[in-house]
């Protein structure tokens, strides 16, 4: 007889420090039931267990880092508690494990292994900033990280904006906190006066900032200081 397997939750974290209001009650009862997990830092996966009143002791949790550094023969053993029958949480440095995250590996291979896979509402970045930019929601790419290098990054954005009006596809981007201002700087060079950008940062968080106006108009206007603040940029060319 088969041993049954226990199951991969895919663990919402919250956007910052002060947004723990946005993880749902029934994510934090999983959490609680677990004591294996997978992420991407476990400093950080013990500090976000530890601001929901864990019911067990630090002692009793075990966990796996699923990083860059990670050797891919050493991620395969990641599962072999839930082969065992145990259930594994798997947890993001910050919002929806498996988008823009490392942990879409694991998920991939839990499905090679035949363990079920179940994802938990909660906070993703990307998607709150696609509901609160205005832009199209039913044709849109996330780009990750553009070039960091000036010239590479103008013709990256002229490049995302021509496919964003012929597509009428909305196009996200996320950069590193500390280039933020420059990143701005450059797409409101060189974007068209009339496509839509939007800047959406510090989501969920009491800072929360979150506007979209035509390039022609944030010219006009005084940039919000973004500087080493999470933040998500959308641009829209469509009609």
Known sequence: MSKTKGKLYLIPTPLGESGGHAIPPYVIEVLHSLDVFIAERAKTARHFIKTTNPTKPFSELHFYELNKRTDEHEMKGFLNDALNGKNIGLMSEAGCPGIADPGAAIVQLAHQKGVEVIPLVGPSSIFLALMASGMNGQQFCF??????????????????????????????????????MGFVETALQVLSPKTQFCIACDLTLPTQYIQTKSVKEWKQTTIPDLHKRPAIFLIYAGR
Request: no cysteine; glycine share 2%; aromatic share 6%.
């Open 143 to 180: 780009n990750g990280y553009l070039s960091p290098k000036r010239p590479e990054l103008s013709k990256e954005l002229k490049r995302l904006e021509q496919l964003s009006a012929r597509l009428s596809q909305t196009q996200i981007m996320i950069e590193t906190p500390y280039r933020n």
